[in-house]
C-alpha cells in the first residue's frame, strides 16, 4: 500500500474507523443518525465517546475541543483535556457522551447581531455527527453547531445544516413524483476551490497595511504584472511546491480531498482544488485548508494571503462554489441517458434557474464584504450583476422550451421537445464563461461570486433555501398526476417557469458595459457595494423565504444583518486608521526626507557649479513638494470624514458613508501617495514595493 493511502484519512474517525472500533448494534444506531437524523441516546454516545477517546489517544490526542463556526465567519475551540485526576494523586482520561454530544463556551464573547446581551454568557455546542471527528495538533476535533441558552443559531453551521433538510424534504417530494420510492437522500453537493497568495515573511513583516488589514492599502502597479499570461499553470517555485506538498499531506490525512494545485493567473498566486463533498462537510474541510494554508507557510518563510484582493492592479482571489444536487450518489444535474431522466434534469435546472432568479439579491449579498468589494466586476472576477451562463447546447434547448420551437442538436437531430422525445443532452458540450457568476458546467453550477476569505455556509444556506422554495413549488403543483398527465403538466411547468424567469440568463460578455445596461433593462440587481447589497437580507421576501423552511427565525435574520454590517464597518475603521498611521508617520516622513536631501543637492551642486542645470531635479522636487500636499489635503479629508462617520450611531447609514463618500477618498489618498512611490528613490521608499513582493526569489 503507497504511503498516500495510508495517510489518508488517518486522523479522522471516520465510517471506516467507526465500523472497526464500535459494536455493530451502536455502529448501525450511528449510522442511522447520521444518515437519517435519527436522535442519539445516551448510552449510544458514551460507547462512541469511548471508542473516540482510545482512538484519539492512540493518535497522539491529550484534548479534546468542541469545533464550531461562529458568526465571526472562522472557527473557534476550546480544548480540554481528558485527564480526570483521582484520589491517589493519578490521574486517568476519560471522555464521556455528555461530553461528546454538548459542550458549553462563552456565547457573549462571539459576535450575535443582538441575539444575546453581554451579561447572558451561556451558548451550547452542539454535535454534528454528519461531519467526521478528527485530530489536529495533538486535540480531537468534534465539529458541533453553536446556538444560544434559549436556542438561536449563533453559528453559520445551523442555518446550513437547516436549509440541506429543507432541500431533502422537498427535492424528495420531486423524486416521489418521478416514480423514484427508494430511500435516498436528498442531498447538495459542493466542491471549493480555494485561491491565495504567496508571499515571503520578510516583506510581509514590513508591510504593517498587509499586516493589520490583509492587503496592501498602497503600492504603485508592478514593471511585470500578468500580461505575458505565463504564471497561470506555469512552473511552481520550489519552496512554494515544498510547502506544497506538506499541505497535501496534511490535508489527506484530515481526508480532505485536495486533488489539483497550480499557479493562478497573478504572480504569487495559487489555487487549491478538492474533490466535492456533501456540503456541511466540504464547509468545514474548506475552513479546515484555510487554516492549515496559513500555518503552514510559515515553515517556509512564507505566508499565506486569504483576502479578496491583496495587490491592486492584478487579479485578487475568489472561492468557486461548485454546488450539485444528488441522491444516492446520482447527480440530479446530469441530464442522464432515456428521455424521463432528461425530464427530471429540466425540472431541476428550472428550479435552479427560478431560484437564482427570484433570489439574486440574496445570493450577491452572501458573497459581500469589504474585502470582495474590491475584487467583483474587476475584469477578473463576476461583475456585482447576477446572472447564469448556461452553454450553448443548454441555451438552445431552454430558448426551444421558452419559444415552443424545434430543437436541433449538436448532431443535428431536430427533436420537437415533446415528452417521449426529449434530447439526450451532451454532456460538457459548452464553453466556460470566466465573465459570468453562476455558470453551468456539464452537472453542477459554479457560482463564481464568492471571495476567498469566505466561510461557504452562508452562500450555500442561500442556494439550498431558494432551490427548496423552487421544488416545493413544482411539488405542489403537481402533487397528485401521474403518468401522461404529470409529464404534461410537468412540460408545462418547465415552459412557464423558464418564460418567467429568462431574464437572468445571459451567455454573453459580463465585464461589458453593454451587459450593465442590458442588465439594468432587464431589471436585474447591481448591488456595487456591500453596503448596498446588505439590506436585501432583512426584506420581507427574505424574512419570508428563510422562516417558511424553518432555515432562520427573522431574529436570527436580523441578527445576520446587523452582525454583517458592524464586521464592514469595522473592517473599514481599521483600514481608515491603518491608513491614516501608515501616511503620518511613515510615508510623508519619507517623502519630505527624500524632498529635503534633493533640494540640499541642489543647493550643494548650485554652490560649486552656479552655472549647471539643475531644472530636472527642481521639477522633481517640485513634484514632490506638490504630492506631499495633495497627500496632506487628501490625508485631513479623510480624518474629518473619519471621525464624522464614527459619529453615525445607524449603521446601514455608516456603512453607506463609508462606501459611497469615504473609500473614494481612500483611493485619492492611495492614488496621491502611490505617485511619490515612482519619484523617490528605492532606498528611500519605506515599504517593500509590489516588485519586490510579489517576485521574491
Not at 476550546?78 to 471522555?95: E, L, N, Q, V
Not at 492584478?314 to 454546488?323: C, D, R
Request: proline residues 4%; contains cysteine; aromatic residues 8%.
Amino acid at each position: 500500500m503507497s504511503k498516500v493511502t495510508d495517510l489518508y484519512g488517518s486522523m479522522v474517525f471516520n465510517e471506516h474507523v467507526m465500523r472497526e472500533r464500535l459494536p455493530k448494534t451502536t455502529y448501525k444506531q450511528l449510522m442511522k443518525t447520521i444518515k437519517e437524523g435519527a436522535p442519539l441516546n445516551e448510552d449510544v454516545a458514551n460507547v462512541v465517546a469511548h471508542a473516540m477517546k482510545e482512538w484519539a489517544i492512540e493518535k497522539g490526542a491529550t484534548h479534546y475541543t468542541h469545533w464550531f463556526q461562529p458568526l465571526t465567519g472562522i472557527t473557534s475551540e476550546k480544548h480540554d483535556s481528558f485527564i480526570d485526576p483521582t484520589d491517589d494523586g493519578c490521574a486517568i482520561m476519560t471522555f464521556s457522551g455528555k461530553e461528546l454530544i454538548q459542550g458549553e463556551p462563552d456565547a457573549s464573547s462571539f459576535p450575535s447581531g443582538g441575539l444575546r446581551a453581554t451579561f447572558e454568557a451561556r451558548g451550547y455546542t452542539a454535535w454534528d455527527p454528519t461531519s467526521y471527528a478528527f485530530i489536529k495538533d495533538e486535540v480531537l476535533c468534534i465539529p458541533t453547531a453553536f446556538c444560544s441558552y434559549t436556542g438561536e443559531a449563533l453559528d453559520k453551521k445551523t442555518p446550513l445544516l437547516r436549509s440541506m433538510k429543507a432541500i431533502e424534504t422537498q427535492g424528495r417530494r420531486v423524486l416521489d413524483l418521478f416514480g423514484d420510492d427508494s430511500s435516498d437522500r436528498v442531498t447538495t453537493t459542493l466542491g471549493a476551490e480555494q485561491e491565495y497568495f504567496l508571499i515571503s515573511e520578510k516583506d510581509y513583516e514590513k508591510r504593517l497595511d498587509i499586516m493589520l488589514t490583509g492587503r496592501t492599502l498602497f503600492g504603485y502597479p508592478p514593471v511585470k504584472g500578468q500580461e505575458l499570461e505565463e504564471h497561470y499553470f506555469g512552473a511552481i517555485r520550489p519552496t512554494v511546491n515544498e510547502f506544497m506538498k506538506e499541505l497535501d499531506d496534511e490535508l489527506w490525512a484530515l481526508g480532505i480531498s485536495a486533488k489539483t494545485k497550480h499557479n493562478e493567473v497573478a504572480p504569487a498566486q495559487h489555487e487549491l482544488a478538492p474533490i466535492f463533498a456533501e456540503t456541511n462537510r466540504a464547509v468545514d474541510e474548506n475552513l479546515l485548508t484555510m487554516e492549515k494554508m496559513k500555518l503552514l507557510a510559515s515553515h517556509y518563510g512564507l505566508v499565506c494571503l486569504q483576502h479578496e484582493k491583496p495587490f491592486e492592479s492584478i487579479n485578487g482571489s475568489g472561492k468557486h462554489n461548485n454546488w450539485s444536487i444528488s441522491a444516492g450518489g446520482r447527480n440530479l444535474l446530469d441530464p442522464g441517458e432515456n428521455p424521463m431522466e432528461n425530464l427530471r434534469f429540466l425540472v431541476f435546472l428550472t428550479g435552479v434557474i427560478e431560484a437564482v432568479d427570484e433570489y439574486q439579491e440574496l445570493l450577491r449579498m452572501s458573497a459581500a464584504s469589504a474585502g470582495n468589494d474590491h475584487r467583483l466586476g474587476a475584469n477578473e472576477a463576476p461583475p456585482a450583476i447576477v446572472s447564469m451562463f448556461l452553454g450553448d447546447e443548454l441555451g438552445a434547448i431552454v430558448d426551444a422550451l421558452i419559444d415552443d420551437h424545434d430543437y436541433t442538436s449538436a448532431e443535428r437531430v431536430s427533436m420537437d421537445l415533446g415528452v417521449d422525445v426529449l434530447p439526450n443532452f451532451i454532456k460538457d458540450n459548452t464553453d466556460r464563461n470566466r465573465t459570468s457568476p453562476f455558470a453551468f458546467t456539464g452537472n453542477k453550477f459554479e457560482f463564481r461570486m464568492p471571495g476567498s476569505a469566505q466561510n461557504l455556509s452562508d452562500v450555500n444556506m442561500v442556494l439550498n433555501t431558494a432551490m427548496a422554495k423552487s421544488l416545493k413549488e413544482f411539488a405542489d403543483q403537481m402533487e397528485g398526476k401521474t403518468g401522461e398527465e404529470f409529464e404534461a403538466a410537468a412540460i408545462d411547468y418547465i415552459k412557464r417557469t423558464l418564460r418567467d424567469h429568462e431574464r437572468i440568463i445571459f451567455n454573453g460578455d459580463g465585464y461589458s458595459a453593454e451587459w450593465e445596461k442590458e442588465a439594468a433593462r432587464r431589471g436585474l440587481a447591481n448591488h456595487r457595494t456591500t453596503a448596498d447589497a446588505l439590506p436585501c437580507l432583512i426584506d420581507q421576501k427574505s424574512i419570508d423565504l428563510f422562516t417558511e423552511f424553518g432555515v432562520l427565525t427573522e431574529d436570527e435574520i436580523r441578527s445576520r444583518y446587523e452582525v454583517k454590517l458592524e464586521k464592514y464597518n469595522k473592517i473599514m475603521n481599521i483600514e481608515i486608521r491603518a491608513m491614516k498611521r501608515l501616511v503620518r508617520r511613515d510615508y510623508l516622513p519619507a517623502i519630505n526626507r527624500y524632498a529635503a536631501k534633493l533640494a540640499n543637492g541642489i543647493t550643494a551642486i548650485k554652490n560649486v557649479l552656479p552655472e549647471g542645470d539643475t531644472s530636472f531635479m527642481k521639477d522633481k522636487l517640485e513634484k514632490l513638494v506638490a504630492g506631499a500636499a495633495e497627500i496632506n489635503r487628501q490625508l485631513e479629508r479623510l480624518h474629518e470624514l473619519h471621525y464624522a462617520s464614527l459619529e453615525v450611531e445607524d449603521q446601514q447609514k455608516r456603512a453607506d458613508m463609508n462606501a459611497h463618500e469615504i473609500i473614494p477618498v481612500m483611493d485619492a489618498l492611495r492614488a496621491a501617495v502611490d505617485a511619490m512611490e515612482i519619484i523617490v528613490e528605492r532606498e528611500a521608499w519605506p515599504v517593500p514595493t509590489y516588485n519586490e513582493i510579489l517576485f521574491y526569489a
